[in-house]
């Protein structure tokens, strides 16, 4: 028998891949958070990445956040429904969380929570209710990235949205090849543009590997694009390398009215947050809730495999 020796970083990268093929295993959603030994260990772990399973929760992290000076973006988890009354029962969560949620504070989702998986039309009408929403409220609602096989679907819904509303986002990803092309129709359009690397699992053909050395010049083609543009845009990233060289592209220096922000999700980069909120420039913190953690978990694992370890410690503690 061949015994395959692995360095650290071969077996850092296949973990990685582990954790993203768990990630797309849609049954595990449901029995990990369920089962009575996995899920109370698996809820110490998301503690550090999710506000918590209700809308309540999700409120209480985000007064926290403004309390600290920065904006908030709040995603109500859940992908994948292919139940219509379901992802209709889901679709009145996000309309309450537009009524709830405070000044300064972004709704986002995934489409495929209100009914992209199952049909388009489903998920446009879902999603012009949510859009009213937010635009009676007088705060943004911004569509998450999903995997490459929906990218098309999830334009083609916002580019229908934007033809009614002007406050609608989007979320694009630099480790997809096609984003450049994208951002050249997507600038036309109205509604801010959130720049992330993207987590999912994708071929090579079509995404470039999370270790691809050309990942981060490719984010940052397309930021300094962004900031260029003048667009409304996120720069969603905890690269700290990439956060200053997007802050020297701007000239080292933000201002109230910037049309840019600097993201982080909740749990992973406040010192990012505090020194560009200390340059001036406007932030925002990514808060997700629900009980449908697993997946975003897993993904969040994946992003940085040395993050394996502080799950073990997570799930150790009382």
């Known amino acids: 028998m061949t015994t395959v020796q692995l360095t650290g970083t071969d077996a850092s990268t296949e973990a990685a891949q582990v954790l993203r093929t768990l990630a797309l295993d849609e049954e595990l959603k449901w029995r990990v958070p369920a089962d009575p030994v996995l899920g ?38 859940g992908e994948s429904c292919r139940d219509p009354e379901r992802a209709l029962a889901e679709t009145a969560v996000f309309v309450e969380a537009a009524r709830l949620l405070p000044p300064r504070c972004s709704v ?29 409220t007088g705060r943004e609602m911004i569509i998450s990235a999903e995997g490459s096989d929906r ?26 090849h096609r984003t450049g092309e994208d951002l050249r129709g997507l600038l036309s359009l109205p509604g801010r543009i959130r720049l992330v690397k993207g987590a999912f699992l994708e071929p090579e053909s079509v995404a470039y590997a999370r270790e691809d050395a050309a990942l981060p010049i490719a984010y940052l083609r397309h930021a300094e ?50 020194a560009m909120a200390e340059r001036g420039h406007p932030t925002r913190e990514y808060v997700v809730f629900g009980t449908e953690w697993w997946l975003y978990v897993c993904n969040r694992l994946a992003e940085d495999p040395r993050r394996l370890l502080q799950a073990l410690v997570d799930a150790a503690a009382s």
Not at 48 to 75: M, S
Request: glycine residues 8%; aromatic residues 4%; proline residues 2%.
């Open 151 to 176: 990218t098309d679907a999830v334009l083609s819904v916002h580019r229908r949205l934007c033809e009614r509303f002007d406050h609608v986002g989007i979320t694009v990803q630099a480790r997809l």
């Open 40 to 77: 109370p260990l698996a809820r110490r772990v998301a503690r550090r990445f999710v506000a918590g399973e209700t809308l309540a929760d999700a409120l209480e992290r985000v007064a926290e956040i403004h309390a600290g000076g920065h904006r908030a973006n709040v995603e109500y988890m």
């Open 108 to 136: 986002s989702l995934d489409l495929s929570h209100i009914g992209l998986a199952i049909d388009e039309e489903l998920a446009l009408e879902n999603a012009v209710r949510i859009a009213r929403a937010t635009a009676g």
């Open 225 to 274: 694009a962004l900031a260029d543009s003048g667009h409304l845009c996120s720069f969603a990233t905890h690269d700290w390398d990439l956060i200053h060289r997007v802050d020297r592209h701007l000239g080292g220096a933000g201002r109230a009215d910037a049309p840019w922000e600097f993201e982080t999700l909740l749990g992973l980069g406040p010192d990012r947050l505090t």
